[in-house]
């Protein structure tokens, strides 16, 4: 008879499990078990349910890409983290210092969000609602991120502000398959983001710079303007005057991307 049982730790471990969310799960009856006839204790699960939701998770898995990822605003830690992996990335300076983030956070603690995976941060991006005369200046390479002036940063809440598509970087595993599982997932939800900014306040225009091919990619396929072409096409500024279609903008970049 024990043969037809799993143990719990042999459930875990046929689920991917973590303890605490396994026995969450148990309790909140999405994962089956007995009980011998007689007892109160000795969880036994069955061994037929458990493979069967294991198939069904991992196909889920492969058809949908990367689970258990969480899109939400960053705090300070999680800037501290992305300060990290962007140093690691691109360098220490073509980053924006951690002292600077937190004095635009003091501004608007609300342009910055990450994507965590089991509390693990792993991507982030960022829009900033800016001062329309600081954007050619940024696409045209005059300043850097690192130097915009405090005065330039805006609240969502003010009437008529520009905004400028900052940043969207995942942090590399090694696994080609993993990392554009991911960074599909932060592009579809910082477009998401966006659009509920969109329709919540007074957004006259957005603004992006395409520093790589794929990232010139991207914005052209949201239907962004080139307005800006320096050093031979390797950096290129766009511009979207009216984002008044977002369910269709959201609905054509992920027609863009399908395998």
């Not at 792993?122 to 609602?129: D, Q, V």
């Not at 398959?177 to 919540?200: E, H, M």
Request: some cysteine.
């Amino acid at each position: 008879m024990s043969n037809e049982f799993y143990s719990a730790e042999e459930a875990m471990k046929k689920l991917g499990k973590p303890r605490s969310t396994f026995f969450k799960e148990v309790e909140n009856g999405l994962i089956p078990f007995e009980i011998e006839p007689g007892r109160q204790r000795g969880r036994r699960y069955p061994k037929e349910a458990i493979d069967t939701l294991a198939k069904r998770q991992y196909t889920k898995n492969k058809r949908q890409g990367p689970t258990h990822l969480v899109f939400s605003p960053s705090n300070v830690a999680d800037t501290w983290s992305e300060v990290q992996i962007g140093a690691h990335l691109y360098g220490e300076d073509d980053i924006v210092p951690f002292d600077t983030l937190l004095e635009w956070r003091d501004i608007n603690d609300e342009m910055q969000m990450s994507v965590k995976e089991q509390g693990q941060l792993i991507a982030y991006s960022s829009l900033m609602p800016l001062d329309e005369d600081i954007m050619l200046a940024l696409l045209n390479d005059k300043i850097r991120e690192r130097d915009i002036p405090l005065e330039a940063i805006r609240q969502w809440t003010d009437p008529s502000i520009s905004v400028y598509v900052c940043s969207l970087t995942v942090k590399p595993t090694g696994n080609a398959k993993r990392d554009a599982d991911v960074g599909r997932f932060i592009i579809t939800q910082t477009l998401k983001w966006a659009t509920k900014q969109n329709s919540q306040f007074d957004i006259k225009n957005w603004y992006g710079i395409g520093a790589t091919a794929k990232g010139q990619e991207i914005f052209e396929n949201l239907g962004f303007t080139e307005i800006v072409n320096l050093y031979g096409g390797e950096r290129k500024g766009y511009l979207l005057q009216n984002l008044k279609t977002p369910a269709k903008l959201i609905k054509k970049y992920l027609s863009s991307i399908k395998d």
